[in-house]
């Protein structure tokens, strides 16, 4: 049965967040080198990407390359900003195509300048696209986020544009790399590590966090259906009571 007649398509997170993680084990339990299972994850963007355009999420943020990921064998790490950019070329019409627009999170100039050239490209061939926005995180890290932001904090600070006092509520989000777009309602992790692994730290506050034993590989759109069902059971309290939320939000009693 396709789960997608039993997902409730007006109560939809309008943020998923996805942490794709288990491409090399899913290759090794192949007998097949590391680099095959990014491959073959990329079939798993794909139609992840094209399923949340069809159902009307608004933002989907992909993990795909963390600043810890530098860390990793040269040769694999070249595997994968070859298949970034070559990715990219390939599906910039699809996205077009779909009404999808590109974003880029992280540190974008430690970033191979091929990559740097190509998402560009890619950003302003999809900047008047009005559907879902696609947020890659490359070269991203909360830590690195965290300091960027306190960075500039304190040269605005530092130019009197900003003072202690002013530091409440969500003035900390505006100089975040996500200021544009609202918090991930619903975090899912691949692949059976419950982990956050740096990944926007801040902004998951209140995400409903979903992990699964499936390799990103075999990731498709039933097993996003499977998270979308299991977040539409939850009970979301924002700190509230029970009582509370079912008084304010009758379909949840
Ligand atoms: C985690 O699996 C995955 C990555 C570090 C890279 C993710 C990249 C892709 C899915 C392909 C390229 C993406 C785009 C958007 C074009 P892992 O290597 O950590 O797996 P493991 O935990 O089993 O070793």
Not at 111 to 129: D, R, S, V
Request: glycine share 4%.
């Amino acid at each position: 049965m396709d789960l997608l007649q039993s997902v409730d398509l007006a109560q939809l997170p309008k943020h998923i967040a996805i942490i794709m993680d288990g491409n090399g084990r899913w290759a090794k339990e192949k007998g097949q080198d590391r680099v095959y299972g990014h491959h073959e994850g990329v079939i798993s963007v794909r139609e992840i990407v094209n399923t949340c355009a069809e159902i009307g999420i608004s933002y989907l943020t992909l993990y795909a390359f963390s600043t810890e990921n530098w860390k990793r064998p040269q040769a694999e790490v070249n595997a994968l900003m070859e298949l970034l950019v070559n990715t990219i070329r390939r599906e910039v019409e699809e996205l077009r195509k779909n009404n999808v627009r590109l974003h880029v999170i992280g540190d974008f100039k430690s970033l191979p300048e091929i990559c740097q050239k190509e998402l560009n490209e890619a950003k302003e061939l999809t900047a008047a696209n009005t559907g879902l926005n696609l947020i890659l995180a490359l070269s991203y890290s909360s830590t690195w986020e965290i300091n960027e932001a306190a960075r500039n904090m304190v040269a605005d600070a530092l130019a009197g544009k900003l003072k202690p006092e002013d530091i409440k509520g969500d003035k900390f989000h505006e100089y975040l790399n996500t200021s544009a777009f609202p918090d991930p309602e619903l975090m899912i992790r691949t692949s059976g590590e419950h982990r956050i692994s740096n990944f926007l730290l801040y902004q998951l506050a209140y995400a409903e966090l979903y992990f699964t034993n499936v390799h990103w590989p075999e990731f498709r759109k039933q097993n996003l259906y499977e998270a979308l069902l299991n977040y539409q059971q939850r009970e979301r309290r924002f700190g509230k009571t029970s009582e509370q939320i079912q008084t304010n939000n009758p379909q949840h009693v």
